[in-house]
């Protein structure tokens, strides 16, 4: 069975940080872009950060870039989220979720996703 | 920036009927980047509709994608109970990579 889970989660006061793991079975993550997006209680979808299968290229939102990490461990089919220097609006389910190629080389949607793990940024 | 607005917010019908989501892009987006998820209360989403109007694995034919340029829709041609939940369209482009939606409230009438 194809699966993301993800751990790691938590509460944390403001300036705080988390590292967010995502462990992938059932298809060969190396050859995968893999993804992290987040939902704030009660609001919409947000693209936080992605990688690619060697993890030589990343990609981050404004809204993370400059605290959060993204990085994998293709030995260990596992996604990874460092976030630094967390903020009250980071507040959030984060899920992983792993890439569809829909042309060329250009990863455009998200197929499998984990059940996600709450953030709560809170002093 | 693209910005993916999606219309209406809420939409009432009734099990059996036909829905008519839309997506409209801020510019125009590639047909092959356009996706739409459905989102159960305290699920994951999942992916029903990539490339605009390619039914992701598993999906039922109920569900079809179309639209090109700035306009696109999500139809469910026949409402089942399950189907009133939220969906969400979203774009591939360049910084940020990814967009979504606000999102379209499927509610029972």
């Known amino acids: 069975e194809v699966q993301l889970v993800e751990s790691g989660g938590g509460l944390v006061q403001p300036g705080g940080s988390l590292r967010l793991s995502c462990a992938a079975s059932g298809f060969t993550f190396s050859n995968y872009w893999m993804t992290w997006v987040r939902q704030a209680p009660g609001k919409g979808l947000e693209w936080a950060a992605n990688i690619n299968q060697d993890g030589s290229d990343k990609y981050y939102a404004d809204s993370v870039k400059g605290r959060f990490t993204i990085s994998r461990d293709n030995a260990k089919n596992s996604l990874y989220m460092q976030m630094n220097s967390l903020r009250v609006d980071d507040t959030a389910v984060y899920y992983c979720?792993?890439?569809?190629?829909?042309?060329?080389?250009?990863?455009?949607?998200?197929?499998?996703w984990g059940q996600g793990t709450t953030v709560t940024v809170s002093s | 920036e693209i910005v993916l607005t999606q219309s209406p917010g809420t939409l009432s019908l009734s099990p059996g009927e036909r829905a008519t989501l839309s997506c409209r892009a801020s510019q125009s987006v590639s047909s092959s980047y356009l996706a739409w998820y459905q989102q159960k209360p305290g699920q994951a989403p999942r992916l029903l509709i990539y490339?605009?109007?390619s039914r992701a694995t598993g999906i039922p034919d109920r569900f079809s994608g179309s639209g090109s340029g700035t306009e696109f829709t999500l139809t469910i041609s026949r409402l089942e109970p399950e189907d009133f939940v939220v969906y969400y369209c979203?774009?591939?482009?360049?910084?940020?990579?990814?967009?979504f939606g606000q999102g379209t409230k499927l509610e029972i009438k």
């Open positions: 979720a792993r890439g569809v190629k829909c042309s060329g080389s250009h990863y455009c949607a998200f197929d499998v």
């Open positions: 979203q774009q591939y482009g360049t910084s940020p990579m990814y967009t």
């Open positions: 490339g605009a109007s």
